[in-house]
């Protein structure tokens, strides 16, 4: 079977700023002994991100049209990786610090292994974990 995994990470600060730069990568990886077919790999924008373009390299995916983004490779071999660069910009409006979460995840019709890893998320701007108590009955 295939086991398709997708990670990402960001060039540069990881804070939100209107009118700032936005560079990021995406890598999608078969690490199976299948070769895997039909592979979707999705990044939906929010409107915060502006102004974007992409390269991937190889360079033999296929944007779906329309969309901001969901791209399509007819086959990703055992072994075979791509990456994906994302270029933007900050809204001029968004708020300094606004928290913002990009996510990535990638399907195929060949049979996983495991589909634990069929998705990364990278976090930008300004983000407060809370940690709530555990009760026992």
């Known amino acids: ?3 398709l995994a997708v990670s990402m990470e960001v060039q540069g600060s990881t804070d939100t700023a209107p009118g ?11 690490q199976g002994w299948m070769a895997a077919a039909q592979v979707s ?3 939906p924008l929010t409107a915060e ?3 974007t373009t992409w390269e991937a390299s190889p360079n033999s995916v296929v944007l779906q049209s329309g969309t901001r983004y969901i791209w399509e490779i007819n086959h990703l071999a055992v072994g075979e990786s791509y990456t994906l ?6 809204s ?7 928290p913002l979460l990009l996510i990535a995840s990638t399907s195929s ?5 495991t589909s634990g890893n069929n998705q990364a998320l990278l976090r930008l701007g300004e983000w407060q974990d809370i940690f709530l108590p555990i009760i026992a009955r």
């Open 1 to 3: 079977a295939a086991d």
């Open 92 to 98: 001029p409006v968004l708020t300094a610090g606004t």
């Open 41 to 43: 790999l999705a990044n």
């Open 49 to 51: 991100i502006i102004n």
């Open 20 to 30: 700032a730069p936005l560079t990021y990568t995406i890598t999608l990886s078969n």
């Open 109 to 113: 019709i060949t049979p996983e292994i």
């Open 85 to 90: 660069t994302v270029i933007g910009q900050y």
